[in-house]
């Protein structure tokens, strides 16, 4: 099986209370907080879909888009 | 569907505060309605008051926010009265157990078909800070300034000694555990608890130096372990997860159904 692929995370900034809640527990590092204390992809291209962000995010702002398998 | 169409989006964001468990509590639910697919217009959420109630207004659903400590008094009757609906109740620790313990039990015992959900961050988190039944001894509350007395209830042995007959129990850190432990409780026939530990870094949290939401988080991760498991045979001062409870018992609606069926053949 091919390795999942992230097409796009959607963070709804103005929903992002930056708890930092996503950053502490994604397993590959993949999000960090910005300036203004807002949850961002820093590093899409490690991240392995695992969608643990999306479901722990207690402000229901991130959603987690596949790449669609070949 | 999406689970934003299950979403009053127009609230958003939300009145909870940064890293409040139930948010999570919220994304959990939603999911698990998701994954039955339910239609939303068969689902009535019932609520009391407290941070933990006002989830109910973030629902697409029939909602009804009531008064402190009797949203199951409310699902019982809309249940009653409309038995084919979908109950659902999430609850504080202290509107489920200080102020409606007792319609906690009664519908326990009843096992009438509604779902509570206790979001338990073991403080009266709205008012404050207060501490609760759930609260346990040696903790800092704001009525508590040299620590706790109380010996807590264990929800778990408590929902099973009423008569629940679907008991489980999780955190807001095992996310993906508690969509399938809430699935498997709606599904359920019969009354149903699902407890799922949720943090209140604002009150809880900061008062006894637990950390912020992370650091709580990461506390439920340490603190617990799956029944069954070695962990929790090494060490059982760990915190139980699983589910407790799964068995059939006559259903209080049917029950009541065939009384009328009585009633009218005299
Ligand atoms: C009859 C009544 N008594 C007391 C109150 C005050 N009050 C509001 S919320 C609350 C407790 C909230 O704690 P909990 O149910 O654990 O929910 P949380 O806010 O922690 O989510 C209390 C005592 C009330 N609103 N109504
Ligand atoms: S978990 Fe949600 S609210 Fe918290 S920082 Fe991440 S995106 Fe923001
Ligand atoms: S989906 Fe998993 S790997 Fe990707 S950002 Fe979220 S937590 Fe990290
Ligand atoms: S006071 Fe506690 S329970 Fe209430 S919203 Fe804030 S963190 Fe959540």
Same mark, same amino acid.
């Given at each position: 099986?091919?390795?999942?692929?992230?097409?796009?995370?959607?963070?709804?900034?103005?929903?992002?209370?930056?708890?930092?809640?996503?950053?502490? $527990?994604?397993?590959?590092?993949?999000?960090? !907080?910005?300036?203004?204390?807002?949850?961002?992809?820093?590093?899409?291209?490690?991240?392995?879909?695992?969608? !643990?962000?999306?479901?722990?995010?207690?402000?229901?702002?991130?959603?987690? $888009?596949?790449?669609?398998?070949? | 569907?999406?689970?934003?169409?299950?979403? +009053?989006? +127009?609230?958003?964001?939300?009145?909870?505060?940064?890293?409040?468990?139930?948010?999570?509590?919220? #994304?959990?639910?939603?999911?698990?309605?998701?994954?039955?697919?339910? =239609?939303?217009?068969?689902?009535?959420?019932?609520?009391?008051?407290?941070?933990?109630?006002?989830?109910?207004?973030?629902?697409?659903?029939?909602?009804?926010?009531?008064?402190?400590?009797?949203?199951?008094?409310?699902?019982?009757?809309?249940?009653?009265?409309? *038995?084919?609906?979908?109950?659902?109740?999430?609850?504080?620790?202290?509107?489920?157990?200080?102020?409606?313990?007792?319609?906690?039990?009664?519908?326990? +015992? +009843?096992?009438?078909?509604?779902?509570?959900?206790?979001?338990? =961050?073991?403080?009266?988190?709205? %008012?404050?800070?207060?501490?609760?039944?759930?609260?346990?001894?040696?903790?800092?509350?704001?009525?508590?300034?040299?620590?706790?007395?109380?010996?807590?209830?264990?929800?778990?042995?408590?929902?099973?000694?009423?008569?629940?007959?679907?008991?489980?129990?999780? %955190?807001?850190?095992?996310?993906?555990?508690?969509?399938?432990?809430?699935?498997?409780?709606?599904?359920?026939?019969?009354?149903?608890?699902?407890?799922?530990?949720?943090?209140?870094?604002?009150?809880?949290?900061?008062?006894?130096?637990?950390?912020?939401? *992370?650091?709580?988080?990461? =506390?439920?991760?340490? #603190?617990?372990?799956?029944?069954?498991?070695?962990?929790?045979?090494?060490?059982?001062?760990?915190?139980?997860?699983?589910?407790?409870?799964?068995?059939?018992? *006559?259903?209080?609606?049917?029950?009541?159904?065939?009384?009328?069926?009585?009633?009218?053949?005299?």
């Amino acid at each position: 099986m091919a390795k999942a692929r992230l097409k796009e995370q959607k963070i709804i900034r103005d929903w992002c209370k930056g708890c930092g809640i996503c950053i502490a $527990f994604c397993p590959k590092k993949v999000l960090e !907080l910005d300036a203004e204390d807002k949850a961002v992809t820093v590093r899409p291209e490690d991240c392995i879909c695992c969608r !643990l962000c999306e479901l722990r995010c207690p402000d229901l702002a991130i959603e987690v $888009f596949k790449q669609e398998e070949e | 569907m999406a689970v934003t169409d299950y979403l +009053r989006e +127009r609230f958003f964001p939300h009145m909870w505060c940064p890293g409040c468990g139930h948010g999570t509590v919220l #994304n959990s639910l939603l999911r698990a309605i998701e994954e039955l697919g339910l =239609n939303k217009n068969n689902i009535v959420m019932t609520s009391g008051i407290g941070c933990s109630a006002r989830i109910s207004g973030y629902v697409d659903f029939h909602s009804l926010h009531t008064i402190h400590g009797r949203a199951l008094a409310f699902a019982t009757g809309v249940k009653l009265s409309k *038995p084919g609906l979908k109950l659902l109740v999430p609850m504080g620790d202290g509107d489920a157990l200080a102020i409606g313990g007792n319609h906690f039990i009664h519908a326990a +015992r +009843r096992n009438i078909d509604i779902t509570a959900i206790i979001m338990n =961050n073991r403080i009266y988190g709205m %008012t404050g800070g207060q501490f609760s039944p759930l609260s346990g001894p040696g903790k800092k509350a704001t009525t508590a300034p040299y620590l706790t007395i109380d010996r807590e209830f264990d929800i778990v042995e408590l929902a099973k000694a009423a008569g629940a007959t679907f008991v489980a129990r999780s %955190t807001t850190y095992h996310a993906k555990e508690s969509i399938e432990f809430l699935k498997k409780a709606i599904d359920h026939k019969g009354f149903s608890v699902v407890e799922i530990l949720s943090q209140c870094p604002t009150h809880y949290g900061r008062k006894n130096k637990e950390g912020d939401a *992370p650091q709580m988080l990461e =506390n439920y991760r340490n #603190n617990t372990a799956k029944i069954g498991s070695k962990a929790l045979a090494d060490d059982p001062s760990l915190i139980a997860r699983g589910i407790f409870v799964d068995v059939e018992r *006559p259903e209080y609606c049917q029950e009541y159904d065939q009384i009328i069926e009585r009633a009218m053949k005299e």
